[in-house]
């Protein structure tokens, strides 16, 4: 199984940017994309899907984040970034990196692997 490391969550104000950060320890399995989803811990709400980015660079975004969040990857790293403008407080949540979203597609399959999260807060 992959191992998945996210980091550059944080706090920030409403407004503001924060970049994550997902490394991988292998390439995804072909037909399979890199994603970010996020959940807001004890909401009782599913996981959320945010973005997604195929092999080939094309990106899948939620309506939600569609024109402030910017998925991109380096294959030579197997580095997945997602970069977070324009962060308003409903965006807080812990963000999770996953190698398992069906490519062009924000729907995770059944063998995914998911890093441990990263927390991020906006505040008003």
């Known amino acids: 199984r992959a191992q998945l490391v996210e980091s550059g969550g944080g706090s920030v104000q409403a407004g503001g940017s924060l970049r994550l950060s997902c490394a991988a320890s292998?390439?995804?399995?072909?037909?399979?994309?890199m994603g970010w989803f996020r959940q807001v811990p004890s909401s009782g709400k599913e996981r959320e899907a945010v973005?997604?980015?195929?092999?080939?660079?094309?990106?899948v975004y939620a309506d939600s984040v569609k024109g402030r969040f910017t998925i991109s990857k380096d294959n030579s790293k197997n580095i997945v970034y997602l970069q977070m403008n324009s962060l308003k407080p409903e965006d807080t949540a812990v963000y999770y990196c996953?190698?398992?979203?069906?490519?062009?597609?924000?729907?995770?399959?059944?063998?995914?692997?998911w890093g441990q999260g990263t927390q991020v807060t906006v505040s008003s």
């Open positions: 996953t190698d398992g979203v069906v490519a062009g597609t924000l729907i995770v399959g059944n063998f995914a692997d």
């Open positions: 292998r390439s995804t399995t072909p037909g399979y994309s």
């Open positions: 973005a997604a980015i195929d092999s080939d660079g094309s990106t």
